[in-house]
Nanobody, 123 residues
Framework: QVQPVESGGGLVQAGGSLRLSCAAS????????MAWFRQAPGKEREFVAA????????NYADSVKGRFTISRDNAERTMYLQMNSLKPEDTAVYYC????????????????WGQGTQVTVSS
């Protein structure tokens, strides 16, 4: 059973940076693809970034390419999202998701979700 737990959200000014973390409890963490999604008030949950089980494949939404970087440390059973040059439109609840050997952009294919962490970017 994988139970992702996010941390690192907060309030930041536009142009600033934040790093989100997602820790997972399973000893088989290295078998799981991981992803970040976000959901703003009144909007659908949207894909942000995903990373394969060994970190060799990374995918990003066009809206965050060049600003966000996804990474993972399998020894620490933790995934990260470094967010730079933040914009007010990045404001959302950010969710960590995990799925065995899957690292795509479809939220319906992820079975394990964290509770979310709020990111607010002020203008």
């Amino acid at each position: 059973q994988v139970q992702p737990v996010e941390s690192g959200g907060g309030l930041v000014q536009a142009g600033g940076s934040l790093r989100l973390s997602c820790a997972a409890s399973t000893r088989t963490f290295s078998n799981y693809g991981m992803a970040w999604f976000r959901q703003a008030p009144g909007k659908e949950r949207e894909f942000v970034a995903a990373i394969s089980w060994n970190g060799g494949v990374k995918n990003y939404a066009d809206s965050v390419k060049g600003r966000f970087t996804i990474s993972r440390d399998n020894a620490e059973r933790t995934m990260y999202l470094q967010m730079n040059s933040l914009k007010p439109e990045d404001t959302a609840v950010y969710y960590c998701a995990a799925q065995y050997l899957y690292n795509g952009d479809n939220p319906a294919n992820y079975n394990y979700w964290g509770q979310g962490t709020q990111v607010t970017v002020s203008s």
